[in-house]
Protein backbone atom coordinates (compact mmCIF):
# COMPACT_ATOMS: atom_id res chain seq x y z
CA UNK A 1 0.00 0.00 0.00
CA UNK A 2 1.11 3.59 -0.47
CA UNK A 3 -0.29 4.68 2.34
CA UNK A 4 0.82 7.98 3.80
CA UNK A 5 2.15 8.05 7.22
CA UNK A 6 2.09 11.30 9.58
CA UNK A 7 4.74 12.14 11.93
CA UNK A 8 4.64 12.78 14.35
CA UNK A 9 1.20 11.50 15.61
CA UNK A 10 0.75 13.98 17.88
CA UNK A 11 1.90 17.75 18.39
CA UNK A 12 1.07 20.38 20.95
CA UNK A 13 2.81 23.92 20.55
CA UNK A 14 2.07 27.56 21.54
CA UNK A 15 0.11 30.03 20.03
CA UNK A 16 1.97 31.93 17.48
CA UNK A 17 4.63 29.25 17.07
CA UNK A 18 5.33 27.36 13.41
CA UNK A 19 4.24 23.91 12.93
CA UNK A 20 5.52 21.22 11.38
CA UNK A 21 3.97 17.87 10.55
CA UNK A 22 5.34 15.54 8.05
CA UNK A 23 4.06 12.66 5.65
CA UNK A 24 6.11 9.74 4.39
CA UNK A 25 4.62 7.48 1.53
CA UNK A 26 5.74 4.21 -0.41
CA UNK A 27 5.15 4.41 -4.41
CA UNK A 28 5.09 7.07 -6.80
CA UNK A 29 2.29 9.30 -6.53
CA UNK A 30 0.50 11.90 -9.02
CA UNK A 31 -0.46 13.77 -6.28
CA UNK A 32 -0.26 14.41 -2.55
CA UNK A 33 -2.92 16.21 -0.20
CA UNK A 34 -3.60 17.82 3.04
CA UNK A 35 -6.60 17.68 5.15
CA UNK A 36 -7.79 19.16 8.46
CA UNK A 37 -10.66 17.40 10.45
CA UNK A 38 -12.07 19.80 13.73
CA UNK A 39 -12.91 17.02 16.30
CA UNK A 40 -16.02 15.42 15.25
CA UNK A 41 -16.41 15.98 11.84
CA UNK A 42 -15.42 16.02 8.44
CA UNK A 43 -12.28 16.69 6.59
CA UNK A 44 -11.64 20.13 4.90
CA UNK A 45 -9.31 20.03 2.01
CA UNK A 46 -6.60 22.17 2.59
CA UNK A 47 -3.61 22.17 -0.18
CA UNK A 48 -2.80 19.82 -3.33
CA UNK A 49 0.51 19.56 -4.60
CA UNK A 50 1.38 17.58 -8.05
CA UNK A 51 4.35 15.16 -8.08
CA UNK A 52 6.56 17.64 -10.85
CA UNK A 53 5.84 20.69 -7.65
CA UNK A 54 8.31 21.21 -4.84
CA UNK A 55 6.89 23.68 -3.09
CA UNK A 56 3.33 25.36 -2.58
CA UNK A 57 2.15 28.42 -0.16
CA UNK A 58 -1.66 28.74 0.84
CA UNK A 59 -1.86 31.49 2.99
CA UNK A 60 -0.25 30.50 6.34
CA UNK A 61 0.40 27.29 4.98
CA UNK A 62 3.30 25.79 3.31
CA UNK A 63 3.79 22.38 1.56
CA UNK A 64 6.64 20.87 0.13
CA UNK A 65 7.04 17.55 -1.21
CA UNK A 66 10.07 15.40 -2.23
CA UNK A 67 9.34 12.41 -4.29
CA UNK A 68 13.17 11.37 -4.28
CA UNK A 69 12.66 10.97 -0.48
CA UNK A 70 8.72 10.20 -1.09
CA UNK A 71 8.07 12.69 1.90
CA UNK A 72 5.86 16.00 2.32
CA UNK A 73 5.66 18.55 4.89
CA UNK A 74 3.04 20.91 6.14
CA UNK A 75 3.93 24.27 7.79
CA UNK A 76 1.56 26.65 9.47
CA UNK A 77 3.05 29.32 10.41
CA UNK A 78 1.92 32.24 13.47
CA UNK A 79 -0.45 29.27 14.84
CA UNK A 80 -3.53 29.96 16.15
CA UNK A 81 -5.87 28.47 18.68
CA UNK A 82 -8.38 27.97 15.76
CA UNK A 83 -5.34 25.52 14.14
CA UNK A 84 -6.01 22.98 16.55
CA UNK A 85 -6.96 19.55 14.90
CA UNK A 86 -6.04 16.51 13.07
CA UNK A 87 -4.00 16.85 10.27
CA UNK A 88 -3.65 14.18 7.60
CA UNK A 89 -1.87 13.30 4.04
CA UNK A 90 -3.81 11.77 1.26
CA UNK A 91 -1.86 10.60 -1.84
CA UNK A 92 -2.99 9.50 -4.77
CA UNK A 93 -3.66 6.15 -5.28
CA UNK A 94 -4.72 6.43 -9.48
CA UNK A 95 -8.09 5.22 -10.16
CA UNK A 96 -9.67 8.42 -8.71
CA UNK A 97 -8.84 7.29 -5.05
CA UNK A 98 -7.08 8.78 -2.27
CA UNK A 99 -5.22 6.99 0.32
CA UNK A 100 -5.06 8.70 4.01
CA UNK A 101 -2.58 8.37 6.49
CA UNK A 102 -3.34 7.86 10.28
CA UNK A 103 -2.94 11.74 11.33
CA UNK A 104 -1.10 14.49 12.96
CA UNK A 105 -3.21 15.75 16.10
CA UNK A 106 -2.07 19.76 16.74
CA UNK A 107 -2.68 21.15 19.87
CA UNK A 108 -2.27 25.31 19.78
CA UNK A 109 -2.40 26.70 23.69
CA UNK A 110 -2.65 30.28 24.62
CA UNK B 1 -19.71 26.10 -1.68
CA UNK B 2 -19.46 22.44 -2.38
CA UNK B 3 -21.67 20.79 -0.01
CA UNK B 4 -22.26 17.28 1.02
CA UNK B 5 -24.77 16.45 3.28
CA UNK B 6 -25.27 13.52 5.67
CA UNK B 7 -28.95 11.96 6.78
CA UNK B 8 -27.60 11.66 9.86
CA UNK B 9 -25.19 12.78 12.67
CA UNK B 10 -25.46 10.21 15.23
CA UNK B 11 -27.30 7.09 14.90
CA UNK B 12 -27.90 4.41 17.51
CA UNK B 13 -28.81 0.56 16.20
CA UNK B 14 -29.51 -2.38 17.43
CA UNK B 15 -27.27 -5.76 16.41
CA UNK B 16 -28.48 -7.33 13.42
CA UNK B 17 -30.52 -4.61 12.06
CA UNK B 18 -30.54 -3.41 8.52
CA UNK B 19 -28.84 0.56 8.57
CA UNK B 20 -28.88 2.74 5.60
CA UNK B 21 -26.47 6.16 5.56
CA UNK B 22 -27.61 8.40 3.11
CA UNK B 23 -24.98 10.93 1.36
CA UNK B 24 -26.26 13.91 -0.91
CA UNK B 25 -24.00 16.56 -2.46
CA UNK B 26 -25.09 19.27 -4.90
CA UNK B 27 -22.27 19.73 -6.89
CA UNK B 28 -22.68 17.59 -9.53
CA UNK B 29 -19.56 15.41 -8.71
CA UNK B 30 -19.06 11.84 -11.02
CA UNK B 31 -16.73 10.71 -8.14
CA UNK B 32 -18.91 9.08 -4.44
CA UNK B 33 -16.95 7.53 -1.43
CA UNK B 34 -17.74 6.28 1.63
CA UNK B 35 -14.96 5.92 4.58
CA UNK B 36 -15.08 4.81 7.92
CA UNK B 37 -12.70 6.45 10.66
CA UNK B 38 -11.71 4.67 13.48
CA UNK B 39 -9.00 5.74 16.30
CA UNK B 40 -5.42 4.78 15.14
CA UNK B 41 -6.55 3.43 11.44
CA UNK B 42 -7.25 6.39 10.03
CA UNK B 43 -9.65 6.81 6.95
CA UNK B 44 -10.63 3.14 5.29
CA UNK B 45 -12.44 3.10 2.04
CA UNK B 46 -15.19 0.83 1.97
CA UNK B 47 -16.71 1.43 -1.26
CA UNK B 48 -16.87 4.38 -4.36
CA UNK B 49 -18.67 4.97 -7.08
CA UNK B 50 -17.09 6.89 -10.24
CA UNK B 51 -21.09 6.72 -11.91
CA UNK B 52 -24.43 6.22 -11.50
CA UNK B 53 -25.28 2.31 -10.75
CA UNK B 54 -21.40 1.75 -11.08
CA UNK B 55 -19.61 1.09 -7.76
CA UNK B 56 -16.40 -0.60 -6.78
CA UNK B 57 -14.77 -2.26 -3.46
CA UNK B 58 -12.30 -0.48 -1.08
CA UNK B 59 -10.16 -1.95 1.13
CA UNK B 60 -12.55 -3.19 3.67
CA UNK B 61 -16.17 -3.97 1.86
CA UNK B 62 -16.99 -6.92 3.69
CA UNK B 63 -20.78 -6.66 5.54
CA UNK B 64 -21.51 -3.16 3.78
CA UNK B 65 -23.28 -2.26 0.27
CA UNK B 66 -23.73 0.54 -1.46
CA UNK B 67 -26.46 2.14 -3.66
CA UNK B 68 -26.25 4.93 -6.27
CA UNK B 69 -29.24 5.65 -8.07
CA UNK B 70 -29.16 9.14 -8.96
CA UNK B 71 -25.39 10.69 -9.56
CA UNK B 72 -26.52 13.01 -6.73
CA UNK B 73 -27.40 10.69 -4.21
CA UNK B 74 -24.82 7.35 -2.30
CA UNK B 75 -26.25 5.41 0.20
CA UNK B 76 -24.16 3.13 2.52
CA UNK B 77 -26.37 -0.23 3.54
CA UNK B 78 -25.30 -1.88 7.16
CA UNK B 79 -26.92 -5.19 5.72
CA UNK B 80 -26.92 -7.12 9.70
CA UNK B 81 -25.33 -4.25 11.95
CA UNK B 82 -22.80 -6.17 14.12
CA UNK B 83 -20.87 -4.25 16.88
CA UNK B 84 -17.88 -3.88 15.21
CA UNK B 85 -19.81 -1.75 12.53
CA UNK B 86 -19.40 1.23 15.19
CA UNK B 87 -17.04 3.79 13.94
CA UNK B 88 -17.72 7.37 12.73
CA UNK B 89 -19.05 7.27 9.04
CA UNK B 90 -17.27 9.70 6.23
CA UNK B 91 -18.93 10.23 3.09
CA UNK B 92 -17.17 12.42 0.19
CA UNK B 93 -17.08 13.45 -3.42
CA UNK B 94 -15.14 15.02 -6.07
CA UNK B 95 -15.13 15.43 -9.87
CA UNK B 96 -13.69 13.77 -12.38
CA UNK B 97 -11.34 15.23 -14.26
CA UNK B 98 -8.30 13.20 -15.44
CA UNK B 99 -9.19 9.83 -15.31
CA UNK B 100 -5.76 8.50 -13.70
CA UNK B 101 -5.20 10.84 -11.09
CA UNK B 102 -7.53 12.23 -8.15
CA UNK B 103 -8.66 15.39 -7.35
CA UNK B 104 -9.70 17.06 -4.20
CA UNK B 105 -12.60 14.92 -2.12
CA UNK B 106 -15.45 17.22 -0.15
CA UNK B 107 -16.13 15.73 2.53
CA UNK B 108 -19.54 15.57 4.73
CA UNK B 109 -19.73 15.85 8.48
CA UNK B 110 -19.69 12.49 9.08
CA UNK B 111 -22.46 9.99 10.93
CA UNK B 112 -20.94 8.86 14.56
CA UNK B 113 -23.13 5.36 14.30
CA UNK B 114 -23.12 3.12 17.18
CA UNK B 115 -24.21 -0.52 17.40
CA UNK B 116 -25.24 -2.05 20.22
Known amino acids: SQQGEEDPQALSIQEGENATMNCSYK?????LQWYRQNSGRGLVHLILIRSNEREKHSGRLRVTLDTSKKSSSLLITASRAADTASYFCATDAGAQKLVFGQGTRLTINP | DVKVTQSSRYLVKRTGEKVFLECVQD?????MFWYRQDPGLGLRLIYFSYDVKMKEKGDIPEGYSVSREKKERFSLILESASTNQTSMYLC???????????????FGPGTRLTVL
Open chain 2, 92 to 106: ASSPLLFRATSDTQY
Open chain 1, 27 to 31: TSINN
Open chain 2, 27 to 31: MDHEN
